[in-house]
């Protein structure tokens, strides 16, 4: 297994190589800087927390309600989205596409309706991605195989 062996570096090579992956880290950082700051916004305005915990203006004890507007429309576009693709049954359909697919058609379907419940648990995956898709505007779905 000559390709477990480990690589065997110069003290110069293994110093450029730290150098070199330190900048791209700090380049990587730097660049998403941005778009967390944007995440923690958009957090922010879902939670709809008050700003301070008493608010003196106009009038000392003033409302401090803040109503979460963008909660109630981000949840609302949410629950349509998964709704229409979860609502279907089956999720999957499979058409065969000649006359000697045929009697694999329905097996193949049936395969993909358990694995999705069952083995990818694609509905709590997706749950959790439709909903920083529509608090975040970007999401990503990471599948472990």
Known sequence: ??????????????????????????????????MMSEWCQAIDDYEAEPFTNRKDFPFEGACNIVIPTIATTADAIFAREINTVFGLDPLWTVRPMNQSWFAHAKPSENFLEWSQKYVMQMYDVCWSWYMDATVFGTAFVKMPW
């Open 1 to 34: 297994m000559d390709y477990l062996k480990p690589i065997r570096l110069s003290e110069k090579r293994l110093s450029d190589l730290t150098t070199h992956l330190k900048s791209e880290v700090d380049a990587v950082l730097i660049g998403r800087e941005g």
